[in-house]
């Protein structure tokens, strides 16, 4: 067998000047000089044992083994752009750094499941979770921070994909000694003269259940108030008050505290994934990304 004496380069050179028709161009389009060009190519028609161009004054042209070359040269380029290409997304699956940036009641319920399964996979990718309000968190992903986020903010975002996973209801908490606990269901309406506990109006929560019910003429008042639903959580279980929160806030088996459905009206959220739309996501993000998508359609099937 004889041995293949020529370059990545080589071909390249033979390709740009084959589609260019000019040493000029083609050397501008590689950002090398005319002179470095042509020593590519003679050695690639050296290597080859024949002519590939033939050089006029005023253009070039392809010898009719050059036409033969040229796709097979272009079929070899793309092999190998697509192995190395391959080879780059192996290699990322096997190390790096995934950042998700997601609201605390997500990243407690829904990521460790699925990066539980991306561990399994992909053992030498180590995962970072941003748990963080709803603004905050989606601050990250929109900085490029976080590679991709899960969020109920995002959807009136330009450059963000906000791709929906679940709706969630506001329900409303309460300790399971409360005269209410037996309940089905609340009407907003019934709160109203109830001294509540909920998060502070910077919350992302916060602003979307009171615009949700700005229409009723008598709305509960909060009286105590904490930054994260953990701490709301902790005024409950103290007896100071009832809590409007998402159903992820509060796991079904608490042994002081239940939650009921909220109605007329009834409000949920949208939990979704975000990303950017300009940014594609890297090897080790999509892979955990798709893994939350398909727990989303297997959820809702």
């Known amino acids: 067998m004889s041995r293949i004496n020529f370059a990545l380069e080589d071909l390249q050179a033979f390709i740009a000047t084959a589609e260019k028709g000019s040493f000029r161009v083609a050397a501008e389009t590689l950002h090398i000089s005319q002179p470095a060009l042509s020593r590519r190519i003679d050695k690639l028609e050296k290597t080859l044992g024949s002519r590939l161009l033939e050089r006029t004054t005023r253009r070039v042209e392809m010898t009719h ?25 192996e290699a990322a699956l096997r190390r790096g750094l995934v950042t998700v940036a997601a609201i605390p009641s997500a990243a407690a319920h829904l990521l460790p499941d699925a990066i539980s399964v991306f561990a399994a996979r992909h053992p030498g990718v180590r995962v970072r979770v941003i748990d963080e309000s709803a603004n905050a968190a989606l601050s990250s992903v929109l900085s490029g921070e976080s590679d991709f986020g899960l969020n109920f903010m995002g959807s009136q975002e330009p450059n963000i994909e906000f791709r929906p996973i679940r709706t969630e209801p ?55 108030e904490a930054n994260h639903v953990v701490g ?41 994934l975000i990303r950017r739309r300009d940014r594609a996501l890297q090897p080790a993000a999509k892979a955990l990304f798709d893994i939350l998508t398909s727990d989303a359609e297997m959820s809702t099937d």
């Not at 796709?71 to 070899?76: P, S, V």
């Not at 003269?193 to 003429?217: C, T």
């Not at 009832?242 to 796991?251: D, I, K, Q």
């Open 65 to 89: 083994v050059g036409r033969q070359f040229l796709e097979e040269a272009r079929t070899a380029l793309d092999i190998l752009d697509s192995a190395v290409f391959r080879l780059g997304d």
């Open 170 to 224: 506001y329900r409303l908490v309460l300790r399971r000694d409360h005269p209410w606990a037996d309940r089905k269901s609340v009407a907003w309406a019934d709160l109203a003269g109830q001294r509540m506990a909920g998060v502070s109006r910077q919350s992302g929560n916060r602003a979307l259940i009171e615009n949700a019910i700005a229409h009723l003429e008598q709305r509960p008042t909060i009286y105590y």
């Open 232 to 272: 709301v959580l902790a005024l409950v279980e103290a007896r100071l008050g009832m809590a409007v929160l998402p159903g992820l806030a509060l796991p079904r088996d608490h042994p002081r505290l239940c939650a009921i459905a909220l109605i007329e009206p009834a409000v949920d959220r949208v939990l979704a």
